[in-house]
């Protein structure tokens, strides 16, 4: 019955459309305006999630559509009574039927008659008009495609729950290197740009991405050389064109070392720019607090120091010349070790030392101050600098282009919290100080883990807490990745409106962050393949299961060989240790 039924579902689509009946309510299961199973009748077939309605006429109010989606499947010898008779049934000397059975979850009942479906009646697949209603996709005005359902059909996510009107933001969690965080979450952002939901503010809503992945996401605008007319019919019927992001800028940090400040990437040659902050940045804007971004530095018991410090040069640091230098006190500091230099000097003088701190401060608090501080140089000598002109454009800004992408993975991972820090900072007080929610700005954050821990406090996470918080009335969406939302700071997984788990850990999957999948789906995220995405919005009781196509732009310098300027490695381009390789 099996191959029959499977031979029946590859010929369903035309039956799907008709609402074609697979079974009926079982009588020996209770059934209610919750679940209920369903008996499949002799070489039907039904799979996980696929939708199914069912009907029943209630007096006073008529036909009553009860729809819900598959979540358990089984199959089994009815009159069997010990393991061993499956050898004797299946030669046929003991008698016995084949049965499968399926447990609905139901999603929808329309009208909202809460009465369970009747044992015996008949139960359909979801045709077109029946599936939006059991997947509320019929009462979303402003839908945004996520990808393909089992089904072959297209699923949406309610914009009204990305864009702030009635929720804001999303998190992503799933084991590293099969979980495709990265790229479900830059399908997303495509399918919001390119699916009409943004109308007039299209053009002005803009995108920041934190790549710290090689140079993967630095080819959004090339053409994927490995597009076929399998993927293109896919994105064909997601509604969407099949192209790459039409507007990309790409901000990457100076080659250590280099006089003139050219951007440290190797694949990309146009369309990139170098950021870094002057000493004259770092000072007047306070930007110290951003290089103790650990959490550990707040338990150290010096942040205290740090903000006295940080004021101090606020108050005594004097620009000289046109290359961000600062004049502290009579000194004169071109790069951020001779910062750390006169700070040295300064707090290890008994003389001075009170002017800086403004208290009497215990000597073993300054001398671990200046350790965190010394070991800072090397990581951070790169992007705070007092050598470069100063007129040159070096702030990452998200003005020049509908996609900002600001790569980090050359950076040390202490750099990378003072650039994630910095970065968002501006961006959200920028925001602040406009007055208007629109346009709207997403923010990709991948290793959410380590920038917002569940332990300690830091400036990076106040300002991701503050983005989680009030970035919905502010216009900014987060769009957050990690390989564990067990280690994020619960506020902002909670503030989440659109949840989505790939590939999960076992051990992982049975934490309590993950309570809004259903114990089966939790099974199933710990063998789900590359490009499966398990996703729960607040208005579908039951999360989808959602398979994305295949990027129509660049993934990886290899498959914009065409667009990306040769290079001399004879290894450039092959994949390397990535997080998130593409799964096609």
């Avoid at 059975?101 to 359909?124: H, N, Q, S």
């Avoid at 990709?444 to 830091?458: F, M, Q």
């Avoid at 506020?491 to 114990?519: K, Q």
Wanted: a negative charge; charged letters at 20%; aromatic letters at 8%.
């Amino acid at each position: 019955m099996t191959v029959n039924g499977a031979a029946s579902r590859e010929a369903s689509p035309a039956a799907m459309a008709a609402g074609e009946a697979v079974g009926r309510v079982l009588g020996t299961q209770a059934a209610s305006p919750l679940s209920f199973w369903v008996g499949l009748e002799p070489g039907k077939v039904l799979q996980l999630d696929d939708v199914v309605v069912t009907r029943r006429d209630v007096p006073g109010h008529g036909p009553v559509l009860v729809a819900g989606v598959v979540t358990t499947v089984e199959a089994r010898h009815e009159g069997a009574a010990y393991d061993s008779d499956v050898f004797l049934i299946a030669e046929g000397a003991l008698p016995a039927a084949v049965v499968e059975v399926a447990e609905v979850r139901v999603t929808r009942v329309e009208p909202e008659v809460f009465v369970p479906p009747l044992p015996g009646a008949k139960v359909f697949l979801a045709g077109a008009g029946d599936r939006d209603q059991a997947l509320y996709f019929d009462v979303m005005d402003r839908r945004v495609p996520m990808g393909m359902g089992r089904d072959g059909l297209p699923l949406y996510v309610n914009f009204d729950f990305l864009d702030g009107t009635r929720g804001a933001h999303v998190s992503i969690s799933g084991v590293s290197g099969v979980a495709t965080k990265t790229s479900f979450a830059t399908f997303l952002l495509y399918s919001i740009f390119n699916s009409g939901v943004l109308d007039a503010e299209s053009a002005n809503t803009k995108a920041l991405i934190f790549s710290v992945k090689g140079e993967d996401l630095l080819f959004l605008d090339h053409d994927n050389v490995r597009l076929d007319e399998q993927a293109r019919a896919a994105y064909a019927r997601l509604g969407l064109p099949a192209q790459p992001f039409g507007s990309v800028h790409v901000f990457a940090p100076p080659r250590p070392g280099d006089p003139n400040g050219v951007p440290h990437v190797s694949a990309r040659t146009q369309g990139v720019s170098s950021f870094y902050w002057t000493l004259v940045e770092l000072c007047e804007e306070e930007l110290l607090r951003f290089v103790f971004a650990d959490a550990d530095d707040e338990r150290a018991g010096y942040s205290l120091l740090v903000g006295q410090v940080a004021a101090r040069l606020k108050s005594w640091a004097e620009p000289v010349g046109d290359g961000g230098a600062v004049m502290i006190r009579g000194t004169a500091c071109r790069t951020f070790g001779d910062l750390v230099e006169l700070l040295s000097d300064q707090l290890q003088d008994e003389a001075t030392r009170i002017e800086w701190t403004g208290a009497q401060t215990p000597l073993g608090t300054v001398n671990a101050f200046l350790r965190r501080l010394r070991s800072a140089v090397k990581p951070l000598s790169p992007i705070v600098r007092g050598d470069l002109p100063f007129f040159r454009a070096h702030s990452v800004r998200t003005s020049d282009a509908q996609v900002t992408i600001v790569d980090l993975h050359n950076l040390p991972e202490r750099a990378q919290r003072f650039v994630v820090g910095v970065v968002l900072r501006g961006e959200f007080h920028r925001k602040e100080t406009s007055g208007t929610a629109k346009p709207l700005l997403f923010v990709v954050l991948d290793e959410l883990n380590k920038y917002a821990p569940r332990e300690g406090d830091s400036p990076i996470k106040e300002i991701l807490l503050d983005v989680a918080e009030r970035g919905r009335s502010l216009g900014v969406i987060l769009i957050g990745a990690q390989q564990t939302a067990s280690e994020v700071e619960r506020r902002i997984v909670s503030n989440s409106a659109v949840r989505v788990a790939g590939r999960l850990d076992p051990a992982e999957a049975a934490r309590s962050e993950y309570g809004w999948l259903p114990p089966a789906v939790r099974e199933r995220a710990t063998i789900a393949k590359p490009g499966t995405m398990f996703v729960a919005q607040p208005e579908i009781p039951v999360p989808l299961a959602v398979a994305f196509p295949f990027p129509a732009w660049a993934t990886r310098p290899a498959e914009a060989a065409s667009k990306a300027s040769p290079s001399a490695d004879p290894f450039q381009g092959l994949p390397g240790v990535e997080d998130d390789i593409p799964p096609f």
